[in-house]
Structures are given as structure tokens and as C-alpha cells.
């Protein structure tokens, strides 16, 4: 037996996006079966734009079955800068030059700079000002809209300011196994010369599409996977919702703006369509007992080069038990290949449900 019958590999493209799977076995004793071996599915898919490889296996149980209780983390002492005692206190302005309104406040949320400079220009924005906790139930449309429109006129003002700054993202850590480190719900920005690395070879791609075909590289992702039906979950105004072939993480959505340019092009209004697709898939995560998660959302940096769009991943993260599981293990970390146990199909179903 040749590799080539023991690894089935099939490519295909549509709208001009390239789609590679394989599928083989993992090899491995069945317990109901007295430990003999058994052939059991192994499907390993290639991200037609990112480039990573997510191995999926199937039948395991990755995912939580119930809810942590949060009590213990939204309670725990400690000093809480966005606290509405604190927040007016210890959040300086934006100079007025840079953000006219100094700090921009947008229904209860605020948008101040962080002052970690982990970007040429950053800001860090809470959700909701006015509590120390935003449990991911209540996040509706109109929570996430004033934040993401505060963000984006942040964006916006700074590249009036400095127009080379030109790398924008706006991104998101929820809860401690997500990264974050303060537990009141907040996002933040980034704004760069050069981009975040995924953000760079998004928008290479994009360059590079856009050179070969003439077109946009998301424009043919909405296209190709409102054809294949099969990931593909709705339209909300101006945004496309999918799961992506290869996802990175737990339950990853994509929210795709249908306009094209970067996140400072983006109006109010279509700010609104991210915010409602956002929230149903936060709903779809609470339905699903996901209790944190990750969100990036870059444009097409130069948009007349690169004719881009703009783009929202999601992934869910491990939830804050006690004996907390990463869900980043060796293969994540050191190999960039993603181990995943439920197929984007199944979540683009669950959602459109
Ligand atoms: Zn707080």
C-alpha cells in the first residue's frame, strides 16, 4: 500500500479559492472491542487564505459540557480600573489633537489609551462603564454597537492624525483563559506602521488575489462558500456570516464586511450589522456553554492596493474552571496546526438553526 492510498487527498476550488483536505486514520485500541485496533476518521484541512492546518478528531470531547460558575472570578478582591469608582480616576484623555474628544464615551461604554505599549497607537474599550461584570448573555446589539463605534471613531482619528499608522485592529480578549487580564469585559485596539502578522498576510493575499483575478479575495469567500452552502450561516446588512474551512479554534465564525476598505471606511450603520452579527454569535456561544472567547478585526490597510474588505474572526476559548484545560495545546503553540473536534459544518448548521 502506496501513501497515496493511505492518505485520500482532495483539492478543489471555487470563485478561485483553493480548498485542500485529506483524509486518513488514526490508529488506535477500541475499548469495546477488547482493545483491538481500530481505523478511526482523521481529516486534516489547509486554510485557503491563512495557510494553517487544522486537524480535526472527530468523536472527542473537547468542548464543555456544562457552565463554570463565574461567582468566584467577577468577585474575587483586587483593584479594577474600569470600575465606575475608578475609571474616571486613574483613564487619562486622548491629547486633543490625536482625539478631540479626549475620552469618547458612546451609550455605557468608554474608549481611553492603554497604557501598555504594545502598539504604536492603542486604546483599551469597556464595554460597560457603569458595572464591574458584563456576563456574555447580556451582550446584545446595542452593548456591543456603542463599543465597536467608539473603537472605530478612535480608528478613525487617529489616522486622520497620523495617516502611516495605517495596520488597525480592533480585538478582543474575554476572561482569563482568553488572555485577558482584568475580568470587567473590555476590547482593545491596535494602530501600526507595519501589521500584526496574520493581519500582513491577509492583506498579501488580498494584494495578491486582487492582482491575479482582478477581484476581492473575501468577496470570492463569501461567494465560493455561499455556493458550497455548507459553512455558510446568513447575511446580516452589510456583513456575510461563515465558520471557515480550517478553523484555528473552537467554534470559529467569520463576520465579513460586503463593502470593501478598511475599518476606519466603515460606517455607523455598518458598524451596527458587525455589532448584531456579533451579538448571535455570542448568543449561539452562551447556547453552547461557551463561557470565553477571542475576537481580531483588520481591513485592507492601503485599500486602493489591496481592494479588501473587512474581516471579524471569533473563536471560542476553554472555560474558567478549576482545572483549567487550555484549549491551546503543543500543536497550536509550536506547529500552527489547530486540533479541533467539531466540524465547521456542524457549527454553521447549529447556527443557522
Ligand atoms: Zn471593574
Given at each position: 500500500?502506496?501513501?497515496?492510498?493511505?492518505?485520500?487527498?482532495?483539492?478543489?476550488?471555487?470563485?478561485?479559492?483553493?480548498f485542500?483536505?485529506?483524509?486518513?486514520?488514526?490508529?488506535?485500541?477500541?475499548?469495546?472491542?477488547?482493545?483491538?485496533?481500530?481505523?478511526?476518521?482523521?481529516?486534516?484541512?489547509?486554510?485557503?487564505?491563512?495557510?494553517?492546518?487544522?486537524r480535526?478528531?472527530?468523536?472527542?470531547?473537547?468542548?464543555?459540557?456544562?457552565v463554570?460558575?463565574?461567582?468566584?472570578?467577577?468577585?474575587?478582591?483586587?483593584?479594577?480600573?474600569?470600575?465606575?469608582?475608578?475609571?474616571?480616576?486613574?483613564?487619562?484623555?486622548?491629547?486633543?489633537?490625536?482625539?478631540?474628544?479626549?475620552?469618547?464615551?458612546?451609550?455605557?461604554?468608554?474608549?481611553?489609551?492603554?497604557?501598555?505599549?504594545?502598539?504604536?497607537?492603542s486604546?483599551?474599550?469597556?464595554?460597560?462603564?457603569?458595572?464591574?461584570?458584563?456576563?456574555?448573555?447580556?451582550?446584545?446589539?446595542?452593548l456591543?454597537?456603542?463599543?465597536?463605534?467608539?473603537m472605530?471613531?478612535?480608528?478613525?482619528?487617529?489616522?486622520?492624525?497620523d495617516?502611516?499608522?495605517?495596520?488597525?485592529?480592533?480585538?478582543?480578549?474575554?476572561?482569563?483563559?482568553?488572555?485577558?487580564?482584568?475580568?470587567?469585559?473590555?476590547?482593545?485596539?491596535?494602530?501600526?506602521?507595519?501589521p500584526?502578522?496574520?493581519?500582513?498576510?491577509?492583506?498579501?493575499?488580498?494584494?495578491?488575489?486582487?492582482?491575479?483575478?482582478?477581484?476581492?479575495?473575501?468577496?470570492?469567500?463569501?461567494?465560493?462558500?455561499?455556493?458550497?452552502?455548507?459553512?455558510?450561516?446568513?447575511?446580516?446588512?452589510?456583513?456575510?456570516?461563515?465558520?471557515?474551512?480550517?478553523?484555528?479554534?473552537?467554534?470559529?465564525?467569520?463576520?465579513?464586511?460586503?463593502?470593501?476598505?478598511?475599518?476606519?471606511?466603515?460606517?455607523?450603520?455598518?458598524?451596527?450589522?458587525?455589532?448584531?452579527?456579533?451579538?448571535?454569535?455570542?448568543?449561539?456561544y452562551?447556547?453552547?456553554?461557551?463561557?470565553?472567547?477571542?475576537?481580531?478585526?483588520?481591513?485592507?490597510?492601503?485599500?486602493?492596493?489591496?481592494?479588501?474588505?473587512?474581516?471579524?474572526?471569533?473563536v471560542?476559548?476553554?472555560?474558567?474552571?478549576?482545572?483549567?484545560?487550555?484549549?491551546?495545546?503543543?500543536?497550536?503553540?509550536?506547529?500552527?496546526?489547530s486540533?479541533?473536534?467539531?466540524?465547521?459544518?456542524?457549527?454553521?448548521s447549529?447556527?443557522?438553526?
Amino acid at each position: 500500500m502506496s501513501v497515496e492510498d493511505k492518505v485520500l487527498v482532495s483539492e478543489f476550488s471555487r470563485s478561485g479559492i483553493g480548498f485542500f483536505e485529506a483524509q486518513t486514520v488514526g490508529k488506535v485500541p477500541n475499548l469495546s472491542d477488547g482493545g483491538r485496533f481500530h481505523d478511526v476518521p482523521l481529516v486534516l484541512r489547509r486554510d485557503p487564505i491563512f495557510g494553517g492546518q487544522t486537524r480535526f478528531v472527530l468523536g472527542s470531547k473537547l468542548q464543555p459540557e456544562e457552565v463554570t460558575d463565574l461567582t468566584p472570578i467577577v468577585n474575587a478582591p483586587g483593584f479594577c480600573p474600569f470600575c465606575p469608582d475608578k475609571i474616571d480616576a486613574v483613564t487619562y484623555p486622548f491629547p486633543t489633537e490625536m482625539v478631540n474628544e479626549g475620552k469618547i464615551t458612546r451609550g455605557k461604554s468608554i474608549v481611553v489609551p492603554n497604557i501598555l505599549s504594545y502598539s504604536t497607537y492603542s486604546a483599551v474599550g469597556v464595554y460597560d462603564r457603569t458595572k464591574h461584570f458584563v456576563d456574555m448573555k447580556e451582550m446584545d446589539s446595542n452593548l456591543i454597537g456603542d463599543l465597536l463605534t467608539g473603537m472605530v471613531d478612535h480608528a478613525k482619528a487617529v489616522r486622520e492624525y497620523d495617516p502611516d499608522a495605517k495596520y488597525s485592529s480592533i480585538n478582543a480578549n474575554y476572561l482569563p483563559p482568553s488572555g485577558s487580564s482584568l475580568v470587567h469585559p473590555h476590547i482593545q485596539s491596535s494602530h501600526d506602521y507595519l501589521p500584526l502578522s496574520s493581519q500582513g498576510k491577509l492583506i498579501d493575499e488580498m494584494a495578491q488575489f486582487k492582482a491575479e483575478t482582478g477581484r476581492g479575495l473575501l468577496e470570492a469567500l463569501i461567494e465560493a462558500e455561499r455556493d458550497l452552502r455548507v459553512r455558510y450561516v446568513g447575511d446580516w446588512g452589510a456583513v456575510s456570516i461563515l465558520t471557515p474551512f480550517a478553523p484555528v479554534g473552537f467554534r470559529e465564525v467569520w463576520i465579513v464586511s460586503k463593502m470593501k476598505g478598511d475599518i476606519v471606511d466603515l460606517t455607523e450603520a455598518q458598524v451596527g450589522d458587525f455589532a448584531r452579527a456579533l451579538a448571535f454569535v455570542i448568543d449561539g456561544y452562551v447556547k453552547l456553554n461557551l463561557q470565553s472567547f477571542n475576537f481580531a478585526m483588520t481591513g485592507s490597510g492601503d485599500a486602493e492596493v489591496v481592494d479588501g474588505n473587512v474581516l471579524l474572526r471569533i473563536v471560542a476559548r476553554s472555560n474558567p474552571t478549576a482545572t483549567y484545560r487550555s484549549d491551546v495545546t503543543y500543536f497550536e503553540r509550536l506547529y500552527n496546526e489547530s486540533m479541533i473536534d467539531v466540524t465547521p459544518e456542524e457549527t454553521a448548521s447549529f447556527l443557522r438553526g
